[in-house]
């Protein structure tokens, strides 16, 4: 290095350095303000081409490789804008851009991910495929140097960079590999002076595990070790999920010749695999705004390609067909089926025969429903480890008992439910109903336990007050009621369920379970709770969804049941089995100036 670099400081007239990015085997990066106010990377090449050192050889590797790669133009390679020579010290300005995968990966690691989650690292995944098969296809090159710090994240997007092992897959391009490349990533031809057209594949798989899952397919003490690994051992592929391991397995093979015919080849077997686990019915009705939404389709981005049939029958492609990407046959029904667009990978795979999942939302009332849903809780947790591995399962605690939000929170935090999982459903002082017309709720509920409603406001068993406790806030509880079943339904919470926990997707329609006690003073809602749910549901376009209510009933036999709890059982049952005659239809009005809601059918399935 013949000057100082730092801050301030303009190694290129015009290009003023800001602050150092990082730095690697072949320089070091800094980022700067270009002329305009533009801010770029600029790239200080170690070595010295005036010098006869092996530094001065290292410089000349790079300068050699940007005279290859200068001519490469694509939206997923990161563009070099200018190469300039001071003193012998070779200076390169590219595209700054905003972290690489490597940044990325620890980021998701430091927020309690295990790595980059699946759907964005396909993504990623795809665009440096893309780019690396262009590369080769277009110029007969290959990067060689493929790691997450090589792939940096311009936006969304992923662009491959850093250049310095560029070589063209011809014998006189081989010699020197060694000398440059990441044993971490490096495919076995490469440790023997060879390349091979799925060299970049190979290097991408081991990115793909490692981002994905945290691991790579080959642990070894020293370089040595790790180049006899490359070259002689079998990959560990068991952190990946088990569909995806024959995939990489291929893309990690040995012989070049038995990998997939490029790297978009690679990605598009990902894909296929992975949709084993995913997809649904996308329902072309209109959603709530930002619910549901189809992602955009490939006719409405850049890339306009399909991603099957990546294996050419005849190991060419079509005329003005890039070698490896299919384009869609119209006529085709049975390829039709198959095809696997970008566009649908954000649904899930409905698998009847073998599913176990389903949105789910559980609901408990009052001290059973309390007591019951900490059970539950505590059997997820025994089976999965971590709630939020289901985020299509919710849990919400209803109650009219102002003190029971303090002892549903009390308990570790993996057994008490939270805040969010609890609902209040307070009753009023008598002077407040008073004040309204009292005539409308004289339709149902007599002055008498009006006027003798507790001043601790809650229902000590009458199941009357537990109807006006809903009554009275049945509003506000069905827009939590619907916020809890879009997100259930959400395609993200499904995917993401699906993906946690390996399990596959029964049904796409979402369940809800009410658990009660038939003896407690909640019980007085059941039916009201039941028909609003069903008209939620159908609301939100779910009309065949059920709701099953599963009540505790204490036996009649049992000196232990008090007897107001068996009066209530007796009520409750009573009232459900009235309305579960097709011919008698449900009817509420809530509050004077509520509209009248009549509903036929019955309140539960």
């Known amino acids: 290095m013949t000057w100082i670099r730092e801050a301030n400081s303009e190694p290129i007239p015009g290009y003023r ?176 002076g060879k390349i091979s057209p799925q060299s970049d594949q190979y290097s991408l798989a081991i990115v793909y595990q490692e981002l994905l899952t945290g691991h790579r397919p080959y642990l070894a003490k020293n370089i040595r070790q790790m180049a006899q690994m490359h070259m002689q051992a079998e990959p560990d592929l068991r952190s990946l999920p088990e569909v995806e391991r024959p995939v990489l397995a291929k893309a990690l093979a040995k012989d070049p010749t038995k990998r997939y015919p490029n790297s978009m080849g690679f990605v598009a077997a990902l894909y296929k695999a992975r949709s084993t686990a995913r997809i649904v019915e996308v329902r072309p009705q209109a959603l709530p705004a930002g619910l549901g939404q189809k992602p955009k389709s490939l006719s409405e981005t850049m890339e306009d390609i399909f991603l099957q049939d990546f294996e050419p029958r005849d190991g060419t492609a079509a005329v003005g067909q890039p070698i490896g990407l299919a384009v869609a046959n119209d006529g085709d029904d049975d390829d039709e089926k198959q095809d696997v667009e970008v566009s649908d990978l954000g649904v899930t795979v409905v698998q009847p025969d073998t599913g176990s999942l389903r949105p789910t939302l559980i609901i408990g009332l009052g001290t059973f429903g309390r007591k019951a849903l900490i059970e539950l809780r505590c059997r997820f947790l025994d089976r999965f480890g971590d709630l939020s591995k289901l985020p299509l399962l919710r849990f919400l605690y209803i109650d009219t008992d102002p003190e029971a939000a303090q002892v549903a929170f009390h308990g570790s935090p993996q057994v008490a439910l939270s805040r969010n999982d609890y609902y209040p459903l307070q009753l009023q002082p008598v002077v407040n109903y008073r004040r309204r017309s009292l005539d409308q709720l004289a339709e149902w509920l007599p002055r008498d336990k009006l006027y003798a409603m507790p001043r601790s406001l809650q229902t000590q068993g009458s199941r009357a007050l ?140």
């Open 466 to 605: 537990g109807r006006l406790a809903f009554a009275d806030n049945q509003q506000r509880l069905l827009a939590r009621l619907r916020r809890e079943l879009q997100e259930i339904t959400h395609p993200d919470c499904v995917y993401k369920s699906v993906e946690n926990t390996g399990l596959a997707l029964i049904n796409s329609t979402p369940r809800v379970y009410v658990l009660a006690a038939g003896g407690g003073g909640a019980s007085g809602m059941l039916p009201d709770l039941g028909y609003a749910l069903r008209r939620l549901l159908t609301t939100l376009r779910h009309p065949d969804a059920k709701v099953v209510c599963h009540l505790m009933c204490g036996a009649a036999h049992d000196p232990a049941t008090p007897k107001h709890e068996l009066a209530n059982v007796y009520g409750t049952l009573t009232e459900l089995n009235h309305f579960s005659d097709p011919s008698i239809p449900f009817a509420a009005e809530y509050g004077s100036e509520g509209q009248r809601i009549v509903d036929q059918g019955t309140p539960f399935h």
């Open 17 to 192: 350095l800001i602050e150092p990015l990082g730095s690697g085997g072949f320089g070091e990066v800094w980022k700067c303000e270009a002329p305009g106010g533009l801010f770029k990377a600029i790239k200080f090449v170690y070595g010295n081409l005036n010098s006869m050192d092996t530094d001065g050889i290292r410089a000349e590797q790079e300068w050699k490789a940007l005279q290859r790669i200068k001519e490469v133009r694509h939206p997923f390679v990161c563009s070099v804008e200018r190469m300039e020579f001071i003193q012998g010290e070779l200076i390169i300005v590219m595209e700054l851009a905003d972290r690489t995968l490597h940044d990325r990966f620890q980021e998701c690691q430091s927020s309690g991910l295990i790595g980059i989650p699946g759907d964005d690292l396909m993504r990623y995944m795809r665009d440096a495929a893309e780019a690396l098969d262009y590369m080769y296809e277009k110029h007969q090159l290959q990067h060689l140097d493929v790691k997450p710090r090589n792939l940096f994240l311009i936006g969304d997007r992923v662009k491959v960079a850093d250049f310095g092992l560029v070589k063209g897959c011809d014998k006189s391009s081989a010699s020197g590999i060694l000398g440059g490349v990441t044993p971490l990533y490096a495919p076995p031809e490469t440790f023997q």
